[in-house]
């Protein structure tokens, strides 16, 4: 992964935290042990989130395509939006590509048109993370519900540039939830993963559920990623009622004169 890490492709905004690597290391990433770790902590947060998606269009903005191939076969569409920055890698192995490059703030598809969707290595690497919720807003539907993944601020994962959450901004909670209200998102559940340090030795792999687990259960302060889940705030109009004058009753003032 060091060497990966080497090869990506790095941008610094005026903070100068490094903002984008290469599409090339987020796949190598998810094919070595450690990210198959996080694909299996994550991809089961996401599936207790969500739930079954049999028949429902979902979508990723970033680079999701290894969280959404269990939910994949059942859908009617999965779809992958990766940032130009990035690369894009095709998607999936088997099949029709569902994978494209896209300016994630103008996303290429119809309002209201995704049931699922999932926001990871994306929010902390766009240089307009307001506007990357406010079009994840746009294009979910007003039933549907998405799916946050952030580096938070606290954690070990954030620290360091051996993992893809090491790129970009961290997040704290208080900066999420603000984020997300003013992008007309409701958060609906928070929660956080990644307990387990981002190590490659044997012992840390194999005492990561276990550690994932506890870390839940006890809520240690350190966990590497926000996994927060949202739905789209929809405004109900309320028709205005007419009042039919002719039918109105007419009130005279009338003298009465006491006993």
């Known amino acids: 992964m060091r060497n990966a890490a080497a090869r990506a492709m790095l941008r610094c905004n005026q903070t100068g935290f490094r903002l984008s690597l290469d599409i090339n290391t987020l796949v190598e990433f998810y094919d070595s042990p450690l990210g198959g770790v996080v694909r299996r ?3 089961a947060k996401l599936a207790a989130a969500w739930g079954r998606c049999d028949g429902l269009a979902l979508a990723s903005l970033g680079h999701g395509a290894p969280l959404l191939e269990r939910h994949r076969p059942g859908a009617a569409r999965a779809l992958c939006f990766m940032p130009a920055e990035q ?5 999936p192995s088997d099949g ?3 994978a494209a490059l896209a300016d994630l703030a103008m996303v290429p598809l119809p309002d209201g048109c995704i049931d699922r969707l999932l926001l990871i290595h994306s929010l902390e690497t766009n240089e307009e993370p307001g506007a990357l919720l406010d079009e994840a807003a746009r294009v979910l539907a007003p039933s549907g519900r998405g799916v946050i993944v952030a580096p938070s601020r606290r954690g070990l994962w954030a620290r360091g540039d051996g993992t893809p ?3 970009g901004q961290p997040f704290s909670r208080a900066q999420l939830r603000e984020l997300v209200g003013a992008a007309s998102l409701t958060p609906i559940a928070w929660s ?3 307990y387990a340090p981002p190590l490659v030795t044997r012992l840390f792999l194999n005492a990561a559920p276990a550690l994932e687990t506890i870390g839940e259960f006890v809520g ?3 966990a590497g990623v926000h996994f927060v889940s949202v739905t789209k705030q929809v405004t109900r109009l309320v028709p205005v009622r007419r009042v039919d004058r002719r039918k109105a009753i007419l009130l005279r003032p009338r003298l009465v004169v006491g006993a």
Do not use: I, K, M
């Not at 690369?87 to 998607?91: I, M, S």
């Open 220 to 222: 240690w302060p350190f």
């Open 192 to 194: 956080e993963a990644l």
């Open 165 to 167: 959450f090491g790129y």
């Open 41 to 43: 902590v994550l991809g």
């Open 96 to 98: 029709r590509n569902n």
């Open 87 to 91: 690369g894009v890698a095709p998607w």
